[in-house]
Structure formats: structure tokens, C-alpha cells
């Protein structure tokens, strides 16, 4: 891979990082908050969160600018000089753009999921059971923390009146 194409392909990562943490302060502002005082809100999580990651992307933007380029380690199995797989690349993104627009909907537990299972099939992972047991076990509890522990609201959708 080319000086050229390496910064790019690590400056776009960067880029998307601080555009998450935009997205995430702004999403969260329009969380609706409990009238209490004093109290830590659901809107904290993605305040913090979302700073972090424009931060974090901002940083390694300046980074890759100034010529840091980041090294493989010598034990890595990857191929470096292998071409980004945009197939790959292509089916994750679609996986998050559908995963956004059905959240409400749909709902969390159910969504996240196929997100969980899409992920992970578009990655490599072929064994059945450990791809439903970790695509059904991450999103639940998970689900279970932040409804129940943190009090913090997570779309039901078709699972309404179930849950």
C-alpha cells in the first residue's frame, strides 16, 4: 500500500470517529430528561461518550497529518499490503444504515441483534452457536443495563407489549 492511500485509509476512520461523537451530542440533546435535579441524566452517556470520540478522531486526524502512520505489529496475521475489501466495507455500512432506520421501529433488542448477527457474519464468524449466543446475549444485557440499571429509556418497538 502506497504513503498516499495508508494516510487516507487512516484518516477516514479518524474523520467518521468525530462525525459518531457529533451525531451522538446532538441524538442525545434530544433525549427527554426526568424533571429531577441534580441528578445524572440519560443525556450524560452520550454527552460524554460523544466528546470523547470527537476527541479521540480529532486527535488522530492531527496524528496522521503530522505524519504518524501507525506500524503493524510483526505478529499481526494481516496482510498489509492486502486491498480493502470494499464488498466487506459496503455490507457493514448498509448494516448500520439499516440498523438506524429500523431502532425505533423495530426496536432495540430485536435490531440490535441482526446488527450483532449481520456484524459478525459479514466479519467470518460460521459457527451457529457462538454467533447466536453472543447475537443474543450482548444485545440483552445490555438491554437489561441500561433500562434497569441506568434507568435509561431504549426503544421497545414491535415488542411493546412484552417487554
Not at 27 to 35: E, I, K, N, V
Not at 98 to 122: M, Q
Request: glycine content about 12%.
Amino acid at each position: 500500500m502506497n504513503t498516499e492511500n495508508r494516510g487516507l485509509t487512516e484518516i477516514v476512520p479518524a474523520a467518521l470517529l468525530a462525525l459518531t461523537g457529533v451525531y451522538m451530542i446532538v441524538d442525545g440533546h434530544g433525549l427527554r430528561t426526568p424533571p429531577t435535579e441534580g441528578a445524572i441524566g440519560p443525556r450524560f452517556f452520550p454527552y460524554v461518550v460523544g466528546g470523547a470520540l470527537i476527541v479521540v478522531g480529532l486527535w488522530l486526524a492531527v496524528a496522521v497529518w503530522r505524519g504518524d502512520r501507525a506500524e503493524a505489529e510483526a505478529g499481526e496475521d494481516v496482510d498489509t499490503e492486502a486491498r480493502t475489501s470494499w464488498r466487506t466495507l459496503g455490507a457493514l455500512a448498509g448494516i448500520m444504515l439499516l440498523y438506524v432506520l429500523i431502532l425505533d421501529p423495530v426496536g432495540y433488542l430485536l435490531s440490535t441483534i441482526g446488527l450483532f448477527a449481520g456484524t459478525a457474519y459479514t466479519l467470518g464468524a460460521r459457527d451457529p452457536r457462538s454467533l447466536t449466543v453472543v447475537s443474543l446475549l450482548a444485545p440483552f444485557v445490555t438491554f437489561l443495563l441500561f433500562t434497569r440499571v441506568l434507568g435509561v429509556y431504549l426503544p421497545n418497538g414491535i415488542l411493546q407489549a412484552v417487554i
